[in-house]
């Protein structure tokens, strides 16, 4: 079955570089999309950005001068990168399939890892 | 970018109910409209896409409305299981969620 898992620091100082992976099993990322999105505490949800089953990526346009996704398909992995972090930063971040049903416009995230905690401070 | 407002922000229904969540988008988004579950301590979980289609086994008590700018999420028949938060979530472009409604008992 379809699983993915997010991993990182857990820790990181203020302007430091966050790196997380996330880890994908049951699909080949040669034929699937895998979004980021994350969840600061207490509030709403943000799409961070996506990389495109073809290896093409789209970001959050807020925060797109400090971000970066790239994968490796080799590894079934997804990596995220995004510098200068502020406190505000601090979220859970969640990975999650970006699935196309068919060739129509239904686009959706269908499976969702369950989230790592980032935290921002010194 | 297109901002989601998502009313109300705080909902309190009884079991039973028939409970309805809006959406409304700046502008048009025609029906690239999904609506996601969230409960607390977990990721999010799709309910509804593309404004009304039902994600596999998601309860027919479960239904979405809507087109243009103002969309619906409508629970005919309130669940103590259906306490979350619901989000919606547009992919017209620059892909944005709304900030939530949470649901909770009454």
């Known amino acids: 079955q379809v699983q993915l898992k997010e991993s990182g620091p857990g820790l990181v100082q203020p302007s430091q570089t966050l790196s997380l992976t996330c880890t994908v099993s049951?699909?080949?990322?040669?034929?699937?999309?895998v979004s980021w999105i994350r969840q600061p505490p207490g509030k709403g949800l943000e799409w961070m950005g996506v990389?495109?089953?073809?290896?093409?990526?789209d970001y959050n346009s807020a925060i797109k001068f400090r971000l970066s996704i790239s994968r490796d398909t080799s590894r079934s992995q997804v990596f995220l990168r995004m510098n200068s972090l502020q406190t505000e930063d601090t979220a859970m971040y969640f990975c999650?399939?970006?699935?196309?049903?068919?060739?129509?416009?239904?686009?959706?995230?269908?499976?969702w890892g369950p989230g790592t905690m980032v935290t921002v401070s010194s | 970018d297109i901002q989601m407002t998502q009313s109300p922000s705080l909902l309190s229904a009884s079991v039973g109910d028939r409970v309805t969540l809006s959406c409304n988008a700046s502008q048009n988004i025609y029906k690239y409209l999904n609506w996601y579950q969230q409960k607390l301590g977990e990721a999010p979980k799709l309910l509804i896409y593309y404004t009304y289609t039902l994600q596999t086994g998601i309860p027919s008590r479960f239904s979405g409305s809507g087109s243009g700018t103002d969309f619906t999420l409508t629970i005919s028949s309130l669940q103590p299981e259906d306490v979350a938060t619901y989000y919606c979530y547009q992919y017209n472009s620059g892909p944005t969620f709304g900030a939530g409604t949470k649901l909770e008992l009454k």
């Open positions: 990389i495109w089953s073809n290896g093409g990526t």
């Open positions: 049951g699909l080949s990322l040669t034929s699937n999309s």
């Open positions: 999650a399939r970006y699935y196309r049903d068919g060739y129509g416009p239904n686009w959706y995230f269908d499976f």
